[in-house]
């Protein structure tokens, strides 16, 4: 297998966005008389697109409005995020370091990409490769917005690699006929991480950004093979 593009989801892989999501979207949801705990929305929510999580509390909460209450819960956000957010740990080295062609595949909307991601110099290194499940018509777990990055980067899918934190993510990555790295922060409460992306059908799964650079290193081709691979000319198809 040789990999030529890297695809990253964003929240819990390159930016330490979840705790904080979590926490806001609770606190909404309690205004609105909904007595979930932080813990409890970190799992129910994370990974989620927005309207995945408002169909949620339609049908499993039993809200009548969840427009009004993910506002609320975006204004408080994107407040914390410019007060508090943080890349995840060693991840900006390892993306400034890389070599191989990357993008972000997120099923946040642009606008919190652009209030979150783009804090730090981690957007530069991405953009104009950036995209986010508003592009396209089903969020992870489908395999649309995997598909898009590869299409976009003129590059086969099983030559892509994913690096996502959620279940949902490997799934659409495997959808998609793209190997997978589940990724695992460190500092999750959540137990049974790793089993939960190993059983969606990561190919492996690390903790933390020095974890992901070894078996990147592992999976990816030596500099010399890839450099000798990029200067040889394209290959006409027809059909």
């Not at 695809?7 to 904080?20: A, H, M, N, R, T």
């Not at 989620?48 to 609320?72: K, N, T």
């Not at 204004?75 to 991840?91: D, K, N, V």
């Not at 490997?170 to 409460?189: C, H, N, R, T, W």
């Amino acid at each position: 297998m040789t990999i030529e593009l890297l695809i990253f989801d964003c929240d819990g892989v390159l930016i330490d966005s979840e705790p904080v999501a979590s926490g806001t979207l609770a606190q909404a949801l309690q205004r609105a008389g909904i007595p979930l705990s932080h813990a409890e929305v970190h799992r129910r929510f994370t990974g989620l697109s927005g309207e995945e999580g408002r169909r949620l509390c339609r049908e499993e909460l039993g809200l009548a409005d969840p427009d009004r209450v993910f506002a609320d819960a975006k204004s408080a956000l994107y407040e914390e995020f410019s007060r508090s957010l943080q890349p995840m740990a060693g991840m900006e080295k390892l993306v400034r370091d890389l070599k191989q062609r990357k993008c972000v595949a997120s099923n946040s909307d642009m606008e919190r990409l652009r209030r979150s991601l783009g804090l730090f110099d981690l957007w530069t290194e991405f953009s104009p490769h950036i995209y986010s499940a508003e592009m396209v018509a089903r969020p992870k777990p489908a395999p649309d917005l995997f598909l898009l990055c590869a299409e976009n980067l003129g590059v086969e899918p099983r030559r892509c690699l994913v690096i996502d934190d959620s279940a949902l993510g490997i799934a659409g990555a495997v959808a998609a006929g793209m190997a997978a790295i589940g990724f695992v922060d460190p500092a999750d409460p959540r137990s049974g991480r790793h089993e939960a992306l190993k059983a969606a059908g990561a190919l492996q799964t690390v903790e933390g950004a020095g974890e992901l650079a070894i078996a990147l290193k592992g999976l990816l081709p030596p500099e010399k093979e890839r450099a000798s691979s990029e200067r040889k000319p394209a290959v006409e198809t027809t059909g």
